[in-house]
């Protein structure tokens, strides 16, 4: 079955640090591929996503890449600040299956001052 | 716009009761989901509604576990009885129809404790 596999951390970095967080996945056909943040005391958000091979998604300062020959979507930010202190989630949803988010399991980023 | 709503944010009850979710969409949102996190794992699909009708119930763990959506508009999620293994948060989500092109708005979630 289709399955996310991502850095799970925790991760503690410094203001500024750059920040990876690594994602492949397993799915059949083409995947729509996403990041998902949860804020402290806050729901799941949408942060970028990407919806075929080779496209770019942005916000916020974070880019990740769709890579079909490496089924990978890793996320990244050129400097982090203390705001982005969160739980990331990479996820996919595969287009005429199941109507479902599949979720990796999180990693959880401290940024300190 | 009010967001996706859950309630209560918090629950702990005993192993054997009964514990009752609740999730409001946002309002004119056809499609409703519940996935749910165990400490540690994936956030897992538990289901999925169109209005009041279950598109898919693939996910729901075992028979102890009952989602009604009365009306097609708030829906409930009921656990009877309640398990250790059941503990974790559970989150809902909705969006104004299905496919990728539509982004699934999340809750908070309810985080549930079963001792």
């Known amino acids: 079955g289709d399955s996310v596999t991502q850095m799970e951390g925790p991760v503690t970095l410094s203001e500024e640090a750059f920040l990876t967080i690594n994602c492949t996945y397993t799915?059949?056909?083409?995947?729509?591929l996403f990041w998902y943040v949860q804020y402290p005391g806050e729901g799941l958000q949408l942060l970028l996503k990407?919806?075929?091979?080779?496209d770019k998604g942005s916000n916020k300062g974070f880019e990740a890449t769709y890579r079909k020959e490496t089924t990978s979507f890793h996320l990244e930010k050129g400097s982090v600040q203390v705001s982005d202190s969160a739980v990331y989630f990479c996820a996919l949803f595969r287009q005429g299956g199941s109507e479902k988010l599949v979720f990796g399991k999180g990693m959880k980023l401290t940024v300190n001052p | 716009e009010a967001g996706v709503t859950q309630f209560p944010s918090h629950s702990v009850i005993e192993k054997g009761q009964t514990v009752t979710l609740r999730c409001d969409p946002i309002?004119?949102?056809?499609?409703l989901y519940w996935y749910r996190r165990v400490m540690g794992k994936e956030i897992k699909f538990l289901l999925h509604f169109v209005k009041e009708s279950k598109q898919d119930e693939s996910g729901m763990p075992n028979n102890r576990f009952l989602a009604e959506r009365t009306g097609g508009t708030y829906s409930t999620l009921k656990v009877q009885p309640a398990e250790l293994e059941d503990s974790g948060v559970y989150f809902c989500?909705?969006?104004?129809?299905?496919?990728?092109?539509?982004?699934?708005?999340f809750g908070p979630g309810t985080r549930l404790t079963v001792t």
């Open positions: 309002s004119g949102h056809d499609n």
């Open positions: 989500a909705s969006s104004q129809a299905s496919g990728m092109s539509y982004e699934q708005y």
């Open positions: 990407a919806t075929k091979a080779d």
């Open positions: 799915a059949t056909g083409y995947p729509s």
